[in-house]
């Protein structure tokens, strides 16, 4: 889906007008349905800073607006070309169905795909024994990784400000 159809699914899914989600996140007041309805008809992309305020609005990721062209069968088949050639996903058959892997042996990546995929299909697993509700799953999904237990996630600084410090303090690195 593309991002504009997110914003659509999960304002629909929240029960909020136009209006309202475009008020909320800083249009005035006379045109937040209209600029709304822009980014929803993807007559508008939104810049990250605009995703991140729909976002906060919608009480989701921003990572869950804004997802891979998948609107086709074509982007969908695509995308999962990808991750074979990043993530070593395979696709076999088991069981008379179509199955998805990953090569954890592919590399760092690929490992690290199979613990996210581990960890949804706890969390699939759980829902499936009623252990927690649809509402809860979809908190999950549509929160993570900010709510994934199974794994611990941290920020890392991107290289130019990694390089920016080195810079700072290379005359103290240099002394000891």
């Known amino acids: 889906m ?3 159809e ?12 136009q209006k309202y989600l475009g008020t909320a996140i800083g249009f005035p007041e006379k045109s937040a349905d209209v600029r709304l309805a822009q980014y929803e008809t993807g007559t508008r992309k939104p810049k990250a800073d605009l995703t991140n305020a729909l976002a906060q609005v919608l009480d989701v990721s921003p990572q869950a607006l804004d997802v891979p062209d998948i609107d086709s069968y074509i982007g969908l ?3 999962l070309f990808t ?9 076999s058959e088991a069981d008379g169905e179509v199955c998805l892997k990953v090569n954890k042996d592919k590399g760092r990546e690929a490992y690290e795909l199979l613990k996210m995929l581990y960890a949804w299909k ?19 999904r549509y929160h993570y990784p900010e709510f ?17 410090l080195v810079e700072a303090f290379k ?3 240099k002394d000891k």
Do not use: C
């Open 171 to 173: 005359d103290h690195l």
């Open 148 to 164: 994934d237990t199974t794994q611990r996630w941290a920020k890392v600084p991107s290289q130019e400000l990694s390089d920016a």
């Open 6 to 17: 997110r914003i659509h699914f999960f304002r629909l899914m929240r029960g909020i007008t």
């Open 83 to 91: 991750l074979e050639d990043i993530y070593g996903l395979t696709v």
């Open 122 to 140: 706890e969390q699939a697993d759980k829902l499936s024994s009623e252990e927690i509700n649809r509402e809860e799953y979809d908190n999950w």
């Open 2 to 4: 593309a991002i504009s």
């Open 77 to 79: 088949m695509h995308t």
